[in-house]
């Protein structure tokens, strides 16, 4: 939550995106889009192909700096987010982490307190320097307007697919635990905390400008342990970036969040709010806009349909949000079916609209 004014010195500052985390109202907003490197586009799939497995992209700095730059050379966006996967982060501690064709992230599932007791927590860092490597490319290579960030996964989403083995509907193992011996779970919570922490400060130190922390799976809790394994996670992860960063801004996405969304930009000290596509944007500009610089929150599959439809919600976004601090984003990834020239025609109408205001 914004206590005071921003600093306005800090390097690049005159990006729009980062003008906007600072506070500032800037028209047109500044515009990403989650997943936007991804298999929506035809280069990348030409990208993905060459790396072999999905975790080799990764972690190939070379094919993971081409594919972050790709929408930006195609659609011009103010801020290029890294490409990588949440679950780096349990792959550098130690747990088996693969990608199945067709299906998905797969890991090794932890069974209990003794496989967390093995994770390697000292690890993360030399594990993951092939990512910072990316953003060292990135940083060299990305156009002097364009902002760019990092990124990493909530301890809560993260665990989550720790203990479930992969994505789930019901999430029935990983909420057992939690309930049942909150004890260990909160260990294995803290464990991923320190782990992100370290892993977003060296993201910083590559050359990230911004961080966005996503928290893909926060709307699945009742409130006390929303409060408990997802808002508190995110605000020690806030305090300790910012004790080691205090100008680089950072953004959260509690995906499903609801009325607890204001909790969020009360609590974690966060510089803005990705909103999903439920949330009601003029309760949004009320409730939060103010506190916090909002991004969001675009219907991904508004995008997919297109046309006037699309310009229209476009507008309707702009009218809500336009008039404070606002980055134009997605309420949720980029789907794979996204014919690209819905997303040129979506870059456009959005510039388009402040033209002759």
């Given amino acids: 939550m914004r206590t005071q004014a921003k600093n306005t010195d800090r390097p ?25 490197a991804g298999r929506y586009l035809p280069e990348y799939r030409e990208t993905r192909e060459e790396a072999g497995s999905f975790l080799d992209l990764c972690y190939t700095p070379e094919l993971a700096a081409e594919v972050t730059l790709q929408p930006i050379r195609r659609y011009g966006f103010d801020a290029a987010i890294l490409f990588s996967d949440i679950l780096v982060i349990p792959d ?35 594990h993951l320097a092939p990512v910072f490597a ?14 760019l960030i990092g990124f990493a996964g909530a301890p809560w989403t993260v665990a989550s697919y720790m203990i479930e083995g992969g994505s789930s509907r019901d999430f029935l193992r990983a909420k057992a635990w939690a309930y049942e011996d909150p004890e260990a779970f909160g260990q294995l919570i803290e464990v991923l905390v320190e782990a992100t922490s370290r892993y977003l400060i060296a993201q910083v130190e590559a050359g990230a400008e911004a961080l966005q922390v996503f928290d893909s799976w926060a709307g699945i809790w009742p409130e006390p342990e929303f409060r408990r394994w997802c808002l508190e996670p995110m ?3 806030v305090q300790r970036v910012k004790a080691a960063h205090p100008s680089v801004p950072v953004i959260l996405f509690p995906r499903g969040a609801g009325p607890l969304y204001e909790d969020v930009a009360l609590e974690c000290g966060a510089d803005g709010l990705s909103l999903d596509t439920t949330v009601p944007l003029g309760w949004a500009r009320k409730r939060l806009q103010g506190k916090v610089t909002l991004q969001g929150n675009l219907d991904p599959v508004r995008l997919i349909a297109g046309g006037e439809g699309l310009d229209r919600e476009v507008e309707r976004i702009l009218k809500e949000l336009g008039e404070g601090p606002f980055v134009f984003n997605l309420g949720h990834g980029i789907d794979k079916s996204t014919p690209p020239e819905n997303v040129s025609r979506l870059v456009e109408r959005l510039r388009a609209a402040y033209v002759t205001s």
């Fill in 12 to 36: 690049m500052a005159g990006k729009p995106f980062l003008r906007v985390l600072n506070g500032e109202t800037v028209k047109p907003p500044p515009v990403w889009l989650m997943r936007q």
């Fill in 92 to 126: 550098a501690l130690g747990q088996k982490v693969w990608f199945q064709e067709g299906v998905g992230p797969k890991l090794s599932p932890l069974a209990g307190p003794s496989d967390c007791r093995a994770l390697q927590l000292d690890a993360v860092e030399a």
């Fill in 134 to 147: 990316t953003l060292r490319i990135l940083a060299r290579e990305l156009p002097t307007e364009t902002a």
């Fill in 235 to 237: 605000a020690a992860i």
